[in-house]
């Protein structure tokens, strides 16, 4: 992402302009609008046209419009983002009032006004523009006739390519059907893994299988890479890693990057430390109970009382469409890191971050134990009702 203009008030008001470089810079772009935000960008509308002799054609223009933003539609596999709104500008070809929806395009700027931009959007616009966090990592995890091939980016897991061969059993005294389906299986993971891999981003490929699958798929992968002269495969080779999971299904992915060794692999990244603090977090209610909370009313008490040492929240909290509600959770976001604790905002698009939303989204491990909580807990629920 690319930051081309910013001009944010004293109050928080203000707009920024915004260039989308790649896929991943729309999921960012997504968690900055909210309903009731101005958007303005290139996009194209059909328009009717009269000629002097009544016959009506139309066509396709180019035009800038400006926004309300109503909904907002994001494809996490194709990375598509669709905003639908009423026009508030003058413009020759649309109505005001009028209602379109614009599909963000790479590469085209737009620009976002806001009446508040608070600490949670600013920080998303840095993370965005900084060239640092782009650390990807590839994931393959593969059991026999089952392999899920990811990219994990510092925003978002991505299944890239699912391959699935149906592996006939060993039979006795012929396995030369087994054999030959695998070689198949094999052979199909690889071309996923040359399709949709770019070497040159990619610092590191994880291959992960229960038992000796993943040992007996690289040595065909660099058997098959020498017999066909790969030199992409051949130069890459130390960028590709074996761990162990216990499946080929897309939740053995958490288990990888839990990996000790895998994690000083990659301890720049940022899907690692996700992983690494939700650890934490469980080996903490596992053996310190009381120094470890999650749901929002009990960890709000705790960063209160100061006690908050590692705040872990989900994203998607702060894509709440009501605005008390969101301004809630940027409140104890801003309150932990003033009274120096660590915020953790997980990727709900990571399977950590999946985690972590079932856990209410927010979690944290504290520096002291405090008095329990479930009291106070229970009576604000009795409120509501």
């Known amino acids: 992402m690319k930051l081309l203009h910013k001009d944010i008030e004293k109050d928080n008001a203000g707009q920024v302009t915004l260039v989308p470089e790649e896929a991943e810079d729309m999921w960012h772009t997504y968690n900055?609008?909210?309903?009731?935000?101005?958007?303005?960008?290139?996009?194209?509308?059909?328009?009717?046209?009269?000629?002097?002799?009544?016959?009506?054609?139309?066509?396709?223009?180019r035009t800038t419009l400006t926004l309300c933003v109503e909904t907002v539609d994001f494809d996490s596999q194709a990375c598509q983002l669709r905003v639908k709104g009423t026009n508030i500008e003058e413009n020759q070809y649309v109505k005001m009032g009028a209602?379109?929806?614009?599909?963000?395009?790479?590469?085209?700027?737009?620009?976002?006004?806001?009446?508040?931009?608070?600490?949670?959007?600013?920080?998303?616009?840095?993370?965005?523009?900084?060239p640092a966090q782009k650390a990807d990592v590839a994931a393959?995890?593969?059991?026999?006739?089952?392999?899920?091939?990811?990219?994990?980016?510092?925003?978002?897991?991505?299944?890239?390519?699912?391959?699935?061969?149906?592996?006939?059993?060993?039979?006795?005294?012929?396995?030369?059907?087994h054999e030959k389906a695998l070689e198949r299986f094999y052979e199909a993971v690889m071309q996923a893994i040359l399709r949709h891999i770019n070497f040159d981003v990619v610092k590191c490929i994880l291959v992960g299988s229960p038992g000796f699958v993943k040992d007996q798929f690289i040595s065909y992968l660099?058997?098959?890479?020498?017999?066909?002269?790969?030199?992409?495969?051949?130069?890459?080779?130390?960028?590709?890693?074996?761990?162990h999971s216990s499946s080929g299904h897309k939740y053995s992915l958490k288990e990888i990057l839990s990996d000790p060794s895998v994690t000083s692999r990659l301890s720049d990244t940022k899907a690692a430390g996700e992983v690494k603090a939700l650890e934490d977090f469980y080996?903490?209610?596992?053996?310190?109970?009381?120094?470890?909370?999650?749901?929002?009313?009990?960890?709000?008490?705790?960063?209160?009382?100061?006690?908050?040492?590692?705040?872990?929240?989900?994203?998607?909290?702060?894509?709440?469409?009501?605005?008390?509600?969101?301004?809630?959770?940027?409140?104890?976001?801003?309150?932990?890191?003033?009274?120096?604790?660590?915020?953790?905002?997980f990727s709900?698009?990571?399977?950590?971050?999946?985690?972590?939303?079932?856990?209410?989204?927010?979690?944290?491990?504290?520096?002291?134990?405090?008095?329990?909580?479930?009291?106070?807990?229970?009576?604000?629920?009795?409120?509501?009702?």
């Open 140 to 177: 393959v995890v593969m059991q026999e006739g089952l392999a899920n091939m990811m990219l994990v980016t510092p925003a978002m897991t991505l299944l890239r390519a699912k391959v699935e061969v149906t592996i006939p059993r060993k039979r006795r005294g012929s396995c030369t059907q």
């Open 222 to 243: 660099f058997k098959e890479a020498v017999r066909q002269d790969n030199k992409v495969l051949l130069e890459n080779r130390p960028k590709f890693m074996m761990v």
């Open 283 to 345: 080996k903490m209610l596992q053996h310190e109970p009381d120094r470890a909370l999650y749901g929002v009313a009990h960890v709000e008490k705790a960063a209160d009382a100061l006690a908050v040492d590692t705040l872990l929240i989900s994203d998607k909290l702060f894509r709440h469409q009501d605005v008390p509600t969101r301004s809630r959770y940027v409140r104890l976001v801003d309150n932990v890191k003033d009274n120096g604790g660590n915020v953790r905002i």
């Open 32 to 61: 900055l609008l909210q309903v009731g935000d101005s958007l303005r960008a290139s996009t194209i509308r059909k328009v009717q046209t009269e000629s002097s002799t009544g016959s009506v054609g139309s066509s396709r223009v």
């Open 348 to 385: 709900s698009l990571h399977v950590s971050g999946e985690q972590l939303t079932q856990l209410s989204g927010v979690a944290a491990i504290l520096r002291f134990p405090i008095a329990d909580l479930s009291e106070p807990e229970d009576t604000s629920s009795s409120e509501e009702d």
């Open 99 to 130: 209602y379109h929806t614009i599909e963000l395009e790479l590469n085209r700027k737009f620009t976002l006004a806001k009446k508040n931009w608070d600490s949670i959007l600013l920080d998303r616009i840095e993370q965005a523009c900084d």
